[in-house]
């Protein structure tokens, strides 16, 4: 039954990576939070060992969302590698954070910061600044190592964070997504090796694992999530833009309280 929930949870972070280009994280996390609970993992392990397996997961699913918002046309690569060094060089810097903070206190630091998110998305302006000179190469990176070392950190391709930055930036919320989905890439590949690393000495983890990554985990996930994310980027080509945005609001809203309340433990 465990590699059951591991198909579902795949299934639907997959749409969601592919529809608002978040990698699936903010999906994945709170559900395999949930799943290694129900299956008595050791508690001081379960949030870091979601948050590396995550992460592993979202390095597959982030290629099959880019390339199929790439034959759209909606990655902007020439932001992608403004923003790449630094999202791998944050990438790094937040998995070594990530392995010296509390399960709980992760988890509630991203369900209040995907709460925000969520809010922002929901009730603030949603005209798109079109036309909007793009910010300097430094803002770029800087934003990029930033939003990097905070996705290692919570196990999120950084959708979440790169959405709302590329749609300030004035980006159409299309190429938006579809350029988040790219910087995905990067979060996951530096974030996973981090976590796969800096576990390897944990010595309560479970068996079938690197790290902070559970291997058959990742691979149910994985397989699933990468044809349903093609499934997501079709569906964020037809939606109007208004419409996806909300719809990325309420995902937030629901990931982050989520995620607040349990490691709050009210639930």
Not at 238 to 249: D, E, M, Q, S, Y
Request: net charge positive; with cysteine; charged share 10%.
């Amino acid at each position: 039954m465990l590699y059951v929930w591991f198909v579902i949870a795949g299934a639907f972070a997959g749409v969601c990576a592919g529809l608002f280009g978040v990698g699936g994280g903010m999906i994945i996390v709170p559900a395999l939070v949930w799943i290694f609970t129900a299956y008595h993992f050791p508690p001081e392990v379960v949030t870091h060992l979601a948050i590396g397996t995550s992460l592993a997961t979202i390095v597959v699913t982030s290629i099959s969302s880019l390339t199929a918002h790439n034959k759209r046309g909606g990655v902007r690569w020439e932001v992608w590698r403004k923003m790449a060094l630094g999202l791998v060089i944050g990438s790094l810097v937040g998995a070594g954070v990530a392995d010296m903070i509390d399960g709980k206190v992760l988890q509630s630091l991203i369900g209040v910061g995907a709460l925000l998110v969520a809010l922002k998305m929901l009730f603030l302006s949603n005209k798109e600044q079109l036309g909007k000179p793009l910010p300097s190469t430094g803002v770029q990176f800087g934003a990029g190592a930033g939003i990097g070392m905070a996705s290692s950190i919570f196990g999120i391709g950084g959708g979440s964070l790169t959405v709302p930055f590329l749609n300030w930036a004035g980006l159409p919320m299309k190429q938006s997504v579809g350029t988040s989905a790219a910087c995905g890439l990067p979060i996951a590949l530096a974030g996973a090796g981090g976590f796969a690393w800096f576990g390897q000495d944990v010595v309560n983890l479970p068996e079938g694992t690197i790290g902070f990554v559970h291997i058959s985990g990742f691979l149910c996930i994985s397989v699933v999530s990468f044809a349903m994310a093609k499934v997501g980027a079709k569906l964020a080509h037809v939606l109007p833009a208004l419409t996806l945005k909300r719809a990325f609001g309420v995902l937030l809203l629901f990931a982050g309280g989520q995620l607040l309340l349990s490691g709050i433990g009210v639930i």
